[in-house]
């Protein structure tokens, strides 16, 4: 499998799952743009990347998703993959007082990021006949923790968009796939404002709830990744791909 002259965005990609698959698409020969608003981080990302380009971008902002379109287009020539990962966490009551702050917050990161990249890059990607793939979350199609409206809702969006620009963009030769990650050993927790005793016990209570009893590392996520935007898959569109560790078949 090789991805030689592709060209990849891959959002929120200073960290976490996001660095794994565009330094894994790296490795496999594709021309990758590296999207987050740690410039630091992103930097230590694109070392271990073959000349990739890095915008310093916060995918809530439509100015800063219109340069990571057009800055990458300009600068490889075209665009073939979209990755939409970057996301975050929020853990709040409906009965709070922030509950819709952290609402708009969540589901302006999460998916709305996702319909405007999605939007801007439909274009370059039909002329390239490449795909889409959304970084979604088991909890999307369950309910596992109960304090995580906001986060549950905006997954479950996104997979629903997934299947709806997966059923549009079909008849233009471009497939739309998500990719839903049980528990995963990242920051997300960290920078979701959890302290390290938190992080800990969400962590262990999360690997206590898989059936194999185990977190993934971020290549396992980016292994499927790489295989849903390569031409195996060709046959693959408006598909939702758990990687789980068995979270959601747990049984009791
Ligand atoms: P990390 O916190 O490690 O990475 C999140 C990435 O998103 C960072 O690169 C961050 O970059 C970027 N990001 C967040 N907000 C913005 C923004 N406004 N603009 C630009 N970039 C942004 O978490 P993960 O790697 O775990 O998360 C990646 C995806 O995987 C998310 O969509 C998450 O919901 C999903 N997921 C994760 C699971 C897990 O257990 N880890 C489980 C299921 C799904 P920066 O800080 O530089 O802006």
């Known amino acids: 499998m090789n991805f030689n002259d592709k060209v990849v965005i891959v959002t929120g990609s200073s960290s976490g799952i996001g660095a794994a698959i565009a330094i894994e698409f790296s490795a496999l020969g594709a021309n990758v743009c590296l999207v987050g608003r740690n410039q630091k981080k992103l930097d230590e990302v694109a070392k271990k990347c073959n000349n990739p380009l890095v915008l310093v971008a916060d995918v809530t902002q439509d100015k800063d998703i219109q340069r990571i379109v057009n800055e990458t287009v300009r600068y490889f020539g075209k665009l073939d993959i979209l990755v939409n990962n970057a996301g975050m966490g929020s853990s709040a009551s409906i009965k709070s007082e922030t509950a819709m702050a952290v609402f708009d917050k969540i589901m302006n990161t999460n998916l709305r990021s996702v319909v405007y990249l999605t939007h801007l890059a439909a274009p ?57 990650p049980g528990p995963v050993f990242t920051d997300i927790l960290e920078n979701s404002g ?34 849903l935007a390569s031409d195996k898959a060709r046959a693959i569109t408006g598909s939702v791909y758990v990687s789980d560790n068995g979270y959601l078949i747990k049984t009791a």
């Open 124 to 180: 370059h990607i039909i002329k390239t006949k490449g795909n889409i793939i959304n970084i979604s979350s088991v909890l999307g199609l369950r309910v596992l923790m109960a304090d995580s409206f906001a986060y549950n809702t905006s997954k479950a969006g996104l997979d629903h968009f997934t299947r709806s620009v997966a059923a549009e963009l079909a008849s233009d030769g471009v497939r739309v796939n998500s990719v839903n």
């Open 194 to 227: 959890a302290n390290e005793a938190i992080q800990k016990a969400i962590f262990d209570k999360m690997k206590q709830g898989t059936a194999l009893n185990r977190i993934s590392e971020p290549s396992e996520i980016a292994d499927l990744v790489i295989f």
